[in-house]
């Protein structure tokens, strides 16, 4: 995120509200006091809009910085998610081949496995999503029912989707 551009606007607002809290303030004091209260309640109101500004700036920063950080960790996840999903599923097509068990040569389908456990140890992946994945390499390492294995694939298929619906 930009920060000197939110900044900029940050300020350029402030400054008019302050400036249109002095007008106000000083309006009200020319009518109530005449000139001298004008020009002492337009400097006392605008010195404290801007004051109050200055304040609450610290916390819509911090608001700021939180925000994009929530933002950064829930894309991570998601991004890892998606991985995981497109990993296991190209180990599972390693691992049932359609065309015949010598289509795909064993070290092909080794290599796919670890890929595929590797992304789904990763420490950013949601635990929904882990827990998905796990399954559906169990079920794959198991290598007996084709039927478990895409189940348990269109499960973390679904945890994925899930995750992407409800973030």
Do not use: N
Request: hydrophobic residues 50%; glycine residues 10%.
């Amino acid at each position: 995120m930009d920060t000197k551009a939110v900044t900029r606007v940050y300020v350029v607002i402030t400054a008019l509200l302050s400036l249109a809290a002095a007008v106000v303030a000083a309006c009200g004091g020319y009518v109530l006091g005449g000139t001298v209260a004008a020009v002492v309640s337009a400097l006392v109101t605008g010195v404290a809009a801007w004051g109050g500004a200055v304040v609450i700036r610290r916390r819509v920063f911090a608001d700021l910085r939180q925000a994009e950080s929530d933002a950064a960790v829930h894309g991570y996840g998601e991004g890892l998610s998606q991985a995981v999903l497109l990993g296991i599923a190209s180990y599972e097509a390693a691992a049932f081949p359609l065309t015949g068990p010598a289509s795909v040569s064993a070290g092909e389908r080794d290599a796919r496995r670890t890929l595929a456990y590797r992304i789904a140890a990763d420490e950013g992946l949601p635990h929904t999503v882990r827990t998905a994945a796990a399954a559906a390499l169990e079920a794959i390492d198991d290598g007996r029912d084709r039927g478990r294995a895409q189940e348990a694939v269109q499960g973390l298929h679904l945890a994925v989707y899930e995750l992407r619906r409800h973030p």
